[in-house]
């Protein structure tokens, strides 16, 4: 489309409601902002003063510290593991508890208020500065935390080697030796325990934090397996410095099996040493790659894992990293909860090339935004395997449904594709009527501020599959566009990748005229589309955009997911998380008065046993009474929608959503293809330079990890050489690897 043929009058001026102008939500009264900020400064301030307390704490200033305040509760019923869980576990929760006040003050259905500078600046986080290596594509703001734990892990080892070192030098070398490895291998437990309290943070699906600092699973997935590397080094290298040391002193077996009750329970140790080891060798690449499944069935030994940690420390020192692991119980009892309940498989069918297309039922007051994606389980295939996929339809799209869109890649999507339709019909794969797939859904997880809206000018670079959250995005623009609602993007550049020739009726899924009728005038949108493994065009005229069968969503269901993870609602999963924590101190402030200290228990892994026992119970029991109510709450209000869905039906408006008309005249139309060659993402960002000018460009990248290095090397080229008026390209990642 010509640029002058693009009616630029702003898509984000009020029409109608109480939705301003300046683009992102309703007008926030001075007072509710004032709150927020101070809900924002007191978590900035909380998490700074207890990053720098664990950083500085191998000085010996801030240990000295340390050791005076762990006797503060020594008189009260919680000794010293109440004042160790106070100094560095309850931090975090306080943080989560703030965060709730600060979700729910926000509000759920209105997008969040984000500060946009009127000239186009660089950001850290989105600006990539490491595009090769280990790590993959690394933001500034990335590399500023791993220098960061880096710098901590190298400044303890440090400190405590000089003290290990000035507190022996009246032994020989042979006792020298084995001290300093005693001492060693005791301070690098000490650093992974620290370690250990941020790992299971990023895990934390529908985690109140994730969703305060908007930052997705798939994102922070990453950062839990950077994190587990270098928490399993530590612990590594803890287990063999003393597997060393008692063999240089000739006891190594009996080391290994001891179980002391007051002490360190050393077998304890091991079995959980050995069940982090499998963890973290199945968790590699390669055998990840390799065997699925294996890396899948393994990694649910972090129960064995926590567990037997718990034995081998005791209740004071298993409190040092509580915290993080709490919140974690929290989330996956509440996802335990959520997937129990079968959903309704509306419709399904496969595309050409194989790919098939799910549409799943799911209540009206189930958030999610076009940038999502779900966990799904398919019982006929597997009780526990759960598997990840982005959304492909926008919340707009309908109430009562939600779509994905799935590759086959391997058995469990090969097995999927099967079971939903006849292998040998080559020539019409549609679902035939009578197919039953019994699914179960997580999620929806995702941003909490849906970043597509932010730009006024987007790149959407997929490979392959990777083009299925990208329909979701332009279903999402389309619809705002029609119905008048906040949105940014007015220039969007699509550029996918794919294989084969095959692939292209993807695009067909999307019907963009008759989501946003004459849709031309307000925004502009490009296609340019690569066949990488094709010199030439198919033989069959049109084939690219060949009409499908379509994919027919009937009215809303009974078996809809559940809310109670991911987006849910700010007020239930706020009372979830309060209630169970402060159940949970409740347990242990029975369990130590009328236990613990009336009967003299000093058993150190007894104690630590206890301490995990009252972590799930009281998940289990005050957050498992709030999800009760939640549910009934739940129901309540799909009775309510239900009703108000009958009334609509009376008045001649049906809630369910049409077939599709997946001819695609105007798809074509937008479409450019090249056969036979890949992007050169160098001429293309040169060309939306000279095209945009000086402005903020959102990049977002869904597919390979190839892809992804590509365009991160382009845009962290463009922005070192950039000339003053050009824009300034924001590289945003949609991919994950699990």
């Known amino acids: 489309m010509e640029k002058n043929s693009v009616d630029y009058t702003p898509l984000l001026s009020p029409q109608g409601g109480d939705e301003t102008g300046c683009g992102y939500a309703r007008k926030t009264s001075p007072f509710v ?26 000085s010996d200033p801030v240990h000295e510290l340390f050791s ?18 106070l100094i560095l576990s309850a931090p975090v929760l306080i943080i989560a508890f703030l965060a709730i006040a600060h979700l729910i003050i926000s509000g759920e259905d209105q997008l969040h208020e984000k500060k946009t500078s009127k000239y186009p600046r660089f950001r850290l986080w989105t600006f990539p500065v490491l595009v090769n290596g280990p790590f993959g594509v690394v933001s500034a703001t990335e590399l500023i935390g791993i220098v960061l734990f880096l710098a901590y892990v190298i400044w303890a080892v440090y400190a405590y080697t000089v003290q290990a070192l000035a507190s022996s030098d009246h032994l020989s070398l042979r006792e020298r030796s084995m001290y300093m490895l005693e001492i060693m291998g005791l301070r690098l437990g000490a650093i992974g325990l620290y370690c250990l309290a941020f790992l299971f943070l990023p895990v934390s699906r529908g985690s109140v934090l994730l969703r305060f600092i908007d930052i997705p699973f798939e994102h922070a997935t990453r950062y839990h397996v950077w994190l587990g590397h270098l928490t399993m080094v530590l612990f590594t290298l803890h287990g063999l410095f003393y597997c060393i040391a008692w063999a240089m002193d000739g006891h190594l077996l009996q080391e290994l099996v001891e179980w002391k009750d007051i002490g360190v329970a050393n077998l304890a140790g091991v079995i959980s040493l050995l069940a982090g080891l499998f963890m973290w060798v199945t968790s590699l690449p390669g055998v990840r790659t390799w065997n699925f499944e294996l890396f899948f069935y393994t990694h649910q030994l972090y129960v064995v894992f926590v567990v037997f940690l718990a034995l081998h420390v005791g209740d004071f020192i298993f409190a040092m990293c509580a915290g993080g692991i709490f919140l974690f119980v929290l989330d996956r009892f509440l996802r335990f909860c959520q997937s129990r309940r079968t959903v309704n498989v509306i419709s399904s069918r496969c595309l050409p090339c194989g790919t098939v297309e799910l549409v799943v039922s799911k209540p009206p007051n189930l958030r999610y935004n076009a940038l999502s994606f779900i966990f799904l389980q398919v019982r006929e295939l597997s009780w526990l395997q759960w598997h990840p996929f982005s959304v492909s339809s ?3 799209d309908g109430k009562h449904h939600l779509a994905v869109l799935i590759k086959v890649l391997g058995k469990w999507t090969e097995k999927l594709r099967d079971n939903i339709t006849d292998a040998n019909a080559q020539k019409d794969l549609s679902v035939q009527p009578g197919t039953v797939v019994t699914a179960s859904v997580e999620g929806p997880y995702g941003h909490e501020v849906p970043y597509h809206l932010m730009y006024e000018n987007l790149i959407l670079v997929a490979g392959g599959i990777g083009l299925s959250p990208f329909l979701a995005i332009l279903s999402d623009i389309l619809h705002r566009v029609r119905e008048g609602k906040p949105c940014r993007p007015r220039n969007i550049l699509v550029v996918w990748a794919v294989k084969k020739s095959n692939e292209l009726p993807l695009l067909s899924t999307i019907d963009m005229e008759a989501i946003c009728p004459f849709f031309s005038d307000k925004v502009n949108i490009d296609v340019h589309i690569y066949v990488t493994r094709e010199s030439n065009p198919p033989l069959e005229e049109g084939y690219s955009f060949k009409p499908i069968k379509p994919s027919f969503c009937p009215v809303p269901s009974d078996y809809g997911m559940s809310v109670l993870v991911g987006t849910g609602n700010n007020f239930w999963s706020g009372l979830y998380v309060i209630s169970s924590t ?16 009336p009967y003299g228990i000093s058993t150190w892994w007894y104690k630590g046993l206890l301490f995990v026992i009252c972590m799930v119970a009281s998940v289990v029991i005050f957050g498992g009474l709030v999800v009760g109510l939640w549910h009934i709450w739940e129901k309540k209000s799909s009775m309510s929608d239900k009703s108000n869905n009958t009334n609509v039906d009376k008045n001649g408006h049906s809630g369910s959503v049409s077939p599709k008309d997946l001819s695609q005249g105007n798809v074509a139309k937008l479409a450019v293809l090249r056969y036979g060659s890949r992007p050169d993402f160098k001429e293309i960002f040169e060309l939306m330079s000279e095209k945009w000018g000086h402005v903020d460009v959102g990049v977002i990248v869904c597919g390979p990890p190839t892809l992804q290095t590509s365009v991160a090397h382009e845009i962290r080229s463009h922005s070192l050489t950039r000339q003053s008026h050009h824009p300034i390209f924001h590289f945003n990642s949609h991919s994950f690897d699990l």
Do not use: M
């Open 394 to 396: 926008s919340p707009l």
């Open 582 to 597: 402060l159940g949970f101190v409740f347990l242990l402030a029975l369990l130590y008065i009328y236990y613990i200290n």
């Open 33 to 58: 902002s004032a709150i927020k900020w101070t809900l924002k400064s007191l978590i900035c301030l909380i998490f700074i003063a207890w990053a720098a307390f664990i950083f500085l704490l191998p």
């Open 68 to 85: 005076k305040l762990i006797n503060l509760t020594e008189t009260t019923p919680f000794g010293i593991t109440g004042s160790t869980f």
